[in-house]
């Protein structure tokens, strides 16, 4: 608290002289009356009546006239103020604080103490004065001046208190910002937070139980039911102000984590590329169907041959660059793979891969591996000339005994074809699937419908739709479209001949 808070001005000091010019007159009255009581013995009776009658409490509010009503009112509100000046003159008596920043730890909690016992002398004298006047009647009963003076004094005891509340919170150290206190510090912080809001709040309901009940909004007049707006809308902020300090008080920080905001930008340039590129290679292929259909039907095998050759430049481009794609990727991801735990199919495909190394050789055997998009199904890449006869033995081989083919079909994966083949044993209950890869051009799968007749039809609809020939298949031909149809709908460079169709 500054030095211009503590002095007081002219006007104050002149109230303040006045009141102790009255108080002094009243107490040398009363002791000359109390002199004149000793003198005279025979008068004592008499003269002790008005002495009693000063020193008397004061009749009870039911029988006070008006005149003694107000009396009693000015005269318990004279003695707050005495009580108010005499505690403010024994603090400027003392020596003046030194600024908060040059104070010891012990000074500032000294300080601190001090103005927390100066707020509770005045809430207790502004109580002591409250508790002197005269006690207010039921509203029910009163006259709307004496409402409105109820509802004036019980606002002005609001300010009061938030007044000395402010000023011991004044007088104490300021706060550090959240971010330099330690957490003893925030701990204190909060608590002293939330102990302010509780004290606001009480103040408020304090204020509004002293003021006279509202009525009910359909006997109110106009000008009050504005009044009765602007206090609740005063109240709302209010409330709204203490829930904000006592948040802010409690706010210690949050922390940031990282995200992967990175990862997903790459993907999404990814797939946008990729789509870009497709759409582009579409509007060229409508472009050449166009310049086809102009050039007539005279042109029609010159035009094939140009579509054939921009189908195949573009599977090739498009098979290159998965592959280099695929390489960065694995550049890239290599030294952050970590080991995992084995497949629970693992020992089954360690005994395929055992038994047909021992059979056929290693040099058989192009790859396997347990699928981990497909339920973890062990996985056989088997070289495409030996596939035939490797087909048999895992068939007939009493330890394995695949005697099942449950799916045949085709992929195309733009640089290459490969046929998939999923075969499950009865006999022990285990299933296994195999891959053999053929080229773009002059494709071929040696057929194992005579080892499983359900290869049959899977075999020609894989002709049908993907171009794969499968040599040993006793009648290979178009399931699905008709014997006249031009391409393979199934390939990624597939180009519609037709367009009616």
């Not at 004094?153 to 009061?160: D, H, L, R, V």
């Not at 007044?163 to 912080?189: D, I, L, Q, W």
């Not at 004290?199 to 408020?204: D, R, W």
């Not at 040099?363 to 062990?378: C, F, Q």
């Amino acid at each position: 608290m500054s030095d211009e808070k503590k002095r007081p001005t002219p006007e104050e000091k002149a109230q303040a002289a006045a009141e102790a010019r009255a108080k002094a007159e009243a107490l040398r009255k009363l002791r000359e009356q109390e002199a004149s009581s000793e003198n005279t013995a025979e008068d004592a009776p008499a003269a002790e009546e008005p002495v009693k009658a000063e020193a008397a409490p004061a009749k009870p509010v039911s029988e006070m006239t008006p005149e003694e009503k107000a009396a009693a009112k000015a005269a318990a509100a004279a003695e707050a103020i005495a009580k108010a000046k005499a505690a403010k003159e024994a603090k400027e008596g003392a020596a003046p604080s030194k600024p908060v920043s040059e104070m010891t730890p012990e000074e500032k909690a000294a300080a601190k103490a001090a103005a927390a016992a100066e707020a509770i002398a005045k809430a207790k004298a502004a109580k002591e004065a409250k508790e002197g006047a005269a006690p207010s009647k039921p509203v029910s009963e009163m006259t709307p001046e004496e409402k409105a003076a109820a509802k004036a004094a019980a606002a002005a005891e609001a300010i009061a208190k938030a007044k000395a509340a402010k000023e011991a919170k004044e007088g104490a150290a300021p706060s550090k910002p959240v971010s330099e206190m330690t957490p003893e510090e925030k701990a204190a912080a909060k608590a002293a937070a939330a102990a302010e809001a509780i004290a606001k709040a009480k103040a408020a309901k304090e204020a509004k139980e002293g003021a006279a009940p509202s009525k009910p909004v359909s006997e109110m007049t106009p000008e009050e039911k504005a009044a009765a707006k602007a206090a609740a809308a005063a109240e709302a902020l209010a409330k709204a102000k203490a829930a904000k300090e006592a948040k802010e008080a409690a706010v210690q920080g949050a922390e940031a984590g990282g995200t992967d905001a990175d990862a997903d930008a790459k993907a999404k340039a990814a797939a946008a590329a990729k789509a870009k590129a497709a759409a582009a290679a579409a509007a060229k292929a409508k472009a050449a169907r166009e310049a086809s259909g102009d050039a007539g039907d005279a042109g029609g095998d010159d035009a094939k041959a140009k579509a054939a050759a921009a189908a195949k430049a573009k599977a090739a481009a498009a098979a290159a660059a998965k592959a280099k794609g695929a390489q960065a990727g694995d550049d890239a991801g290599g030294a952050a793979d970590t080991p995992k735990a084995p497949s629970k199919n693992q020992p089954y495909l360690d005994k395929y891969v055992s038994r047909l190394t021992e059979e056929f050789g290693p040099e058989t055997l192009e790859a396997s591996y347990i699928n981990e998009l497909a339920k973890e199904v062990p996985t056989l890449v088997i070289k495409n000339d030996r596939w035939h006869e490797v087909a048999q033995f895992m068939k007939e081989d009493e330890k394995l005994g695949f005697d099942y083919l449950s799916d045949l079909h085709g992929v195309d994966y733009e640089d290459r074809l490969e046929v998939y083949y999923h075969l499950y044993s009865y006999k022990n209950r285990q299933s296994v699937a195999v891959k053999v890869k053929t080229g773009r051009e002059q494709s071929s799968v040696p057929s194992v419908m005579d080892i499983w007749h359900g290869a049959n039809w899977n075999e020609r609809e894989t002709f049908d739709l993907l171009g794969i020939h499968f040599p040993g298949h006793s009648d290979l031909r178009r399931i699905l479209l008709p014997d006249d149809w031009v391409g393979y709908p199934l390939r990624k460079d597939y180009v519609q001949y037709d367009e009616e169709v």
